[in-house]
Structure formats: structure tokens, C-alpha cells
């Protein structure tokens, strides 16, 4: 029986159909979380679904730039392809974009058969397939900000702050975003089902976050994936620019991923909680924390994985900088918010806007997972203000630095998967290598005149 014959495929075409969509746009994630795609015609669907659409695996060695990194599998191998299958339960029809539809897409190596090495939904499905041993099955709730940006020609970078209004941190409305670009947002987000339940006017101007609902692991790394990709989507539509980079002004704050995590056991109750237990968490919980803080050096490469990350953290930006947890306290690295019993979870403030979800969720699983292997207890928590060197332990102050822990962290890469961690190593290093020798403005107008 061909792909088209099945009856999986034919109702999900007339599904579509119905909704009047005529092209299905089969998306997935490269390395850095940036969304690749293919639109096919509905038509044309079958064929796409039995025999896959064919993309070069260096698309997951490409930089922003356009470069090809050398990554093993790719231009030493001739630049041969992977193949990417439409999965049609994921598929929702665009609100924006008049008959298309979107789809996530299974990338595999048509060798094999096998996962694209590179792939970073795989990657967590592996993670995720190891807390299952262990009976978990974590539950997350992605937080992202984000800056949306104008035109503004004639300034160094040709975007401005839209609007440039301050102090308007947890405001809705006309005060801080007279173009209603947060309102109209949300409804199209909430249109598209991707589990959208907030939003406001975050600290800077033009700077919004939106949260999204908590679910299972990997469909919440789904969601953040395609929420990224959507907002800066709509934002183009209007001649803006929404932006995930960790920080993009120097006058302003940066842009957080923040990632709240539990888990429940086989028969879905929530394992962080223990009314007995210390601080109100079980044993599971604390060892997750502390699997967490013993890894954040390495976990740092993932969560902030790119050189301008690293501008984010110092003094009272409320960007951790220093690994510690503490009780509903934000300034630690790692914050247990008030609520137990079902509510109970821990919340990593490490991760910056730029980062990969699936990464990100991979990394912070896999570590409290060891954390929850070696049984250990965190140290005692934070009190009070946080950012005191001589109490916590600095991070990785520079992405080179990160990437080194990540590659010494032989207990976290073994999770994570040694071939991956080495694409991904070979990638961010060679963005450091061309950062090395780029010269910037501030070293021009630092040195040319004097000098």
C-alpha cells in the first residue's frame, strides 16, 4: 500500500482541504533552533509522506551568515542529504497566511533509517527515553521574551526599540505598546493552538514576554520551537523585526528563556512534591536541583549558545551569573516558586531568548536526571539578594569557556550523545573563531583616534 492509499493520510488531507488550505509548509529545527522548511501542495502530500523531502544535512552546519561549517557528516562527505517526513498530527492551519497549513517534519538519514544525527527533536526524544526508565516523565513550561523591533534608517543597525518606552515592566496595553503588537499577537498565537496563556510588557522598551502553557516535555519543546518561529513571522509581516538574541542593546537588559520543570511518575502525580519532605519537596526534587547546579557549567553551552549570551549576565540584571538555587528568590540560577502539591516544580532562569528549546530541554533534563542518579542533596539555599561571588560559583563567563565545560562534562554529553555534542562543539566553535576576528565598532571608536 503506498503512502497515499493510507487512511491516516487521506483523512488529514480532507481535513485540510475542507479548511480550504492548498499548501502544507513541513518545518523543522536546525542546530542553533532556527526553523527550515519546505512548502509542498497538498497534492503532492502522499509522495512527501512515503518517500520524504530531501534537504542537505549541512543546512544543520549553516551558519546565520551562510558559511558551512566542516562538521563530520557534511562537507567531508560530500554534502549528502536527509530526508524529512511530514507528521501530519501536528499539522495546524497558519491564521496569517490564507490556505497553508504548517507541519512538523521527522528529519532521518536515508542511509540508516535512523535519526539525522544532528536533529535536536531526537535528541530530546532520547533524554526523555532515559527519564523513562527511571519511571519520569518530566513536565515543562517554557518562558520567552523577546524585543520588537522598527525600522530606523540611518542608525548603525537600522532598527530601532518599538516602542523606546521604559519602566513599564508588567503593563498590557496602550501605555507601553501603542501599536497593540502584544494583543494581536496572543489572539493570532492562541489561533494557531501552540497553548499561548499570557502576555505582557516586559522591562525595557519593546520588550514582551509571552508564556505558554505546561505539557509534556517534548510537545512544550514543540510549542517554543513554533512560537519562536511565528513571532517573528508575524512581525515581519508588518515590516518589523521580533528578536530572541540574549541581548541586543547595550542600554538594555537582555531577553530570558526561562524553563519551569517537574515530573510525574508512571501514573501522573506530581514526584517534586512531599509535604514531608524539606522545603516542602521530595527527594526526587532536591536531587534534580543538584544535578542541575553540578552541571550548569556545561549546561550553560546550551542554554546560552551564542558569543553575545554572555553580555547578558553581570550585577543586578537579574540574569544568573552565579550557580545557586533558592526559594522563590530570583536572583538564583535555580528558583522553586511557592506553589506544591500538583504545582510543585523548580524554575532554571540560566536560559537567554536565543537558545534552541529542544536543546535546552535536553540539557536541563539530562542533568537533573544525573542529579536524580547520584542521589546527592544541594547545598542549603540562597537567602536574600544574590550575586555574591564569595557565596556561589561562577558560571562560564565567555561561550568558549561554556563549550569547554560542555566537552569535559563526560557524564552529561554521555546523555546527550557523544555524536551530537561533537557537531555541536565543531558549530559554536567556529562562530567563536570568527567573533575572534571581527572588528567591532566599539574597538574603532575605542582605539583609531588616539592610537
Not at 534537504?55 to 544543520?60: L, Q
Not at 536527509?82 to 492551519?93: E, G, K
Not at 519593546?206 to 511565528?230: C, P, V
Amino acid at each position: 500500500m503506498s503512502a497515499s492509499d493510507t487512511p491516516d493520510i487521506r483523512r488529514h488531507m480532507e481535513r485540510l482541504a475542507a479548511e480550504g488550505v492548498d499548501v502544507v509548509r513541513v518545518v523543522y529545527p536546525d542546530l542553533i533552533g532556527t526553523d527550515r522548511a519546505r512548502d509542498v501542495l497538498l497534492d503532492h502530500l502522499p509522495s512527501a509522506c512515503e518517500h520524504g523531502l530531501a534537504f542537505c544535512r549541512a543546512v544543520y552546519h549553516t551558519t546565520p551568515q551562510g558559511d558551512v561549517v566542516p562538521v563530520a557528516g557534511g562537507l567531508d562527505a560530500g554534502l549528502p542529504d536527509v530526508s524529512v517526513r511530514p507528521d501530519l498530527s501536528t499539522a495546524a492551519v497558519l491564521p496569517w497566511e490564507p490556505g497553508v497549513a504548517t507541519c512538523l517534519g521527522e528529519v532521518t538519514d536515508p542511509a540508516t533509517s535512523a535519526p539525522a544525527p544532528e536533529s535536536p527533536r531526537d535528541l530530546l526524544r532520547t533524554v526523555l527515553a532515559r527519564c523513562a526508565e527511571h519511571g519520569l516523565r518530566p513536565v515543562v513550561g517554557p518562558e520567552l521574551e523577546y524585543f520588537l523591533l522598527e525600522a530606523a534608517p540611518g542608525t548603525p543597525t537600522g532598527w530601532r526599540r518599538s516602542p523606546e518606552t521604559t519602566g513599564a515592566v508588567y503593563t498590557a496595553g496602550l501605555r507601553a505598546d501603542p501599536g497593540n503588537h502584544l494583543l494581536r499577537t496572543l489572539r493570532r498565537l492562541r489561533d494557531l493552538g501552540i497553548g499561548v496563556i499570557t502576555g505582557n510588557h516586559e522591562f525595557d522598551g519593546g520588550q514582551y514576554e509571552i508564556n505558554l502553557t505546561h505539557s509534556e516535555a517534548l510537545d512544550a519543546a514543540d510549542r517554543a520551537f513554533r512560537f519562536k518561529a511565528a513571532v517573528k513571522e508575524l512581525a515581519r509581516q508588518e515590516g518589523n523585526l521580533a528578536t530572541f538574541m540574549a541581548k541586543p542593546f547595550g542600554d538594555a537588559g537582555g531577553s530570558g528563556f526561562h524553563l519551569h520543570l517537574s515530573c510525574e511518575d508512571t501514573e501522573g502525580h506530581n514526584v517534586f512534591d512531599d509535604p514531608s519532605g524539606a522545603h516542602g519537596l521530595s527527594a526526587t526534587a532536591r536531587h534534580a536541583i543538584a544535578g542541575i547546579l553540578a552541571h550548569a557549567p556545561a549546561l550553560a553551552a546550551l542554554a546560552n549558545p551564542t558569543v553575545n549570551s554572555y553580555k547578558r549576565f553581570g550585577p543586578d540584571t537579574l540574569a544568573p551569573w552565579l550557580i545557586d538555587w533558592g526559594l522563590d528568590n530570583r536572583s538564583a540560577m535555580v528558583r522553586i516558586p511557592p506553589e506544591r502539591g500538583s504545582g510543585a516544580r523548580l524554575e532554571l532562569r540560566l536560559g537567554d531568548a536565543s537558545a534552541n528549546p529542544y536543546l535546552l530541554i535536553a540539557g536541563t533534563i539530562a542533568a537533573a536526571l544525573l542529579g536524580v542518579r547520584a542521589g546527592e542533596e544541594p547545598e542549603a539555599p540562597l537567602e536574600g539578594y544574590g550575586y555574591d561571588t564569595a557565596r556561589s560559583a561562577l558560571l562560564p563567563t565567555s561561550l568558549a569557556a561554556a563549550l569547554d565545560a560542555l566537552e569535559a562534562d563526560t557524564a552529561l554529553t554521555d546523555i546527550l550523545g557523544k555524536d551530537f555534542v561533537a557537531s555541536f562543539l565543531t558549530y559554536k566553535r567556529d562562530e567563536v573563531e570568527r567573533f575572534g576576528r571581527h572588528v567591532t565598532d566599539w574597538e574603532f571608536t575605542e582605539y583609531a583616534y588616539h592610537l
